[in-house]
């Protein structure tokens, strides 16, 4: 294996040595499998585009509609960019312009409207996501608009015909409306296959069923859906009710800004984990309810406390980007070795805590034996070099060792602290002599 590593990293050195524009470095960066799957993305589209450009009738009233969809997608970037939009808060409404142009226009238009929208995004500072990031979504969504756009016209071909005034025909029809419902589902499918056949690429060991959907994004695309299929016909009805219907958009937008703004709160932006605040409060909360449950001493919830080993010698050998891989790539590998009940935090620096409740003492040095293995096998690559860490836990069990958080941090830290003592890569019981094996 590292045979093939150590080929593909000489392969983008000379990838980066041959082309020197600075926006294609990051993409040259990413594994070369990725680099294939998103040029290739990237060149249907643009063949694509090329091949409507030609076939493609002009019409006044289409380049109207068009024009009035992406200056209200414009007015809608430009009042978040207003209200502000922090780091790591990305979820937009912007399907809501995006669909009614894949639904009433021809393809053309749904080809063309995600690069002017990202164009439009990027003008308005929002340039922290690699150009080849970009253009990759805007070929993803462009592709999904017009798989979107020929099915529909194809299914109903006088059904996109928007009358200047009185009701437009098709909305009077239920078979059009679920066609254009089902189309508008099929516009959510393409677009999330294509990104999740590039975030697996990019991430081989993370499950799919994460990468395509989860709870929280299934509601999310669910009402960009609806809100898509209701501006569609308000446009389908008059393309001037696009006043009425931008308002709701941008409160929408500024709800889904503030769940995502919680939802930040509460997490450490390096590693995905709950950061220490959150944490504490979810530790609790879980104490409080082992408390009300029974007696302390009959009670099982342990706690962990694992350390890096010799971390500051990783940040000053290989720099702090490679350290912050180095604690991204343990966050997922505690995530992965836990149960979805228990509860996993950055304490902070280099340090990780865990809650594992329902579990006694022996079943809480299993699982910690377990993490410390999982770590030991890592290996994370910074540049030409291979990163190898061990990690140094210390445990200790409610009703035991403490009667509350506070308590129970305090005898994991002194466990851990002997588990250092003792060499590193150990696991220890506060008030135990015991250590697991440190051998891997």
């Given at each position: 294996m590292s045979a093939v590593q150590d080929a593909i990293r000489q392969r983008q050195r000379g990838l980066r040595r041959l082309v020197r524009w600075p926006w294609a470095w990051p993409l040259l960066a990413m594994p070369l499998s990725l680099i294939v799957y998103v040029l290739t993305v990237i060149a249907v589209d643009l063949a694509l585009i090329g091949w409507e450009l030609a076939e493609t009738t002009w019409r006044a009233g289409d380049l109207g509609l068009a024009a009035a969809l992406l200056i209200a997608a414009a007015i809608c970037i430009e009042a978040i960019r207003r209200l502000g939009q922090p780091s790591g808060v990305s979820r937009d409404l912007l399907s809501a312009w995006w669909l009614p142009i894949a639904l009433l226009l021809p393809p053309i238009y749904a080809l063309l409207a995600p690069f002017v929208v990202g164009f439009a995004l990027y003008a308005r500072g929002q340039r922290a996501t690699p150009v080849y990031r970009r253009v990759f979504s805007s070929a993803a969504l462009g592709l999904a608009g017009a798989a979107t756009s020929v099915?529909?016209?194809?299914?109903?071909?006088?059904a996109t015909k928007v009358s200047l005034g009185g009701t437009p025909a098709w909305l009077t029809k239920p078979e059009v409306v679920l066609t254009a419902v089902g189309c508008a589902v099929l516009f959510s499918l393409v677009n999330t296959v294509i990104v999740a056949i590039a975030a697996h690429l990019a991430e081989p060991e993370a499950r799919v069923g994460e990468i395509l959907w989860d709870k929280e994004t299934f509601l999310l695309d669910l009402t960009e859906t609806c809100v898509g299929i209701l501006v569609a016909?308000?446009?389908?009805?008059?393309?001037?009710?696009?006043l009425v219907a931008l308002p709701p958009v941008i409160l929408l937008q500024r709800s889904l800004m503030h769940q995502q703004l919680q939802a930040a709160a509460r997490t450490d932006p390096k590693?995905?984990?709950?950061?220490?605040?959150?944490?504490?409060?979810?530790?609790?909360?879980?104490?409080?309810?082992?408390?009300?449950t029974g007696a302390p001493q009959n009670a099982n919830l342990s706690m962990l406390l694992i350390d890096v080993d010799h971390f500051k010698r990783v940040n000053d050998t290989h720099g702090h980007l490679a350290g912050d891989e180095v604690l991204r790539s343990l966050a997922t590998e505690l995530r992965q070795q836990v149960r979805d009940s228990d509860i996993v935090g950055r304490f902070g620096g280099e340090e990780f805590t865990v809650l594992l409740p329902r579990a006694d003492a022996a079943e809480a040095l299993a699982i910690a034996e377990?993490?410390?293995?999982?770590?030991?096998?890592?290996?994370?690559?910074?540049?030409?070099?291979?990163?190898g860490v061990t990690v140094s836990?210390?445990?200790?069990?409610?009703?035991?060792?403490?009667?509350d958080l506070f308590e129970l941090l305090a005898a994991a830290d002194l466990a851990l602290y002997r588990a250092k003592d003792k060499g590193r890569n150990q696991v220890c019981l506060y008030g135990g002599d015991e250590a697991a094996d440190p051998r891997p």
């Open positions: 099915t529909f016209h194809r299914a109903w071909p006088q016909i308000t446009c389908a009805l008059s393309p001037l009710l696009l590693t995905g984990l709950l950061n220490a605040a959150a944490w504490q409060r979810e530790a609790d909360a879980e104490i409080n309810r082992t408390q009300r377990r993490l410390r293995r999982g770590a030991g096998s890592l290996s994370i690559f910074a540049g030409d070099a291979r990163i836990i210390g445990v200790a069990v409610y009703g035991q060792h403490g009667r």
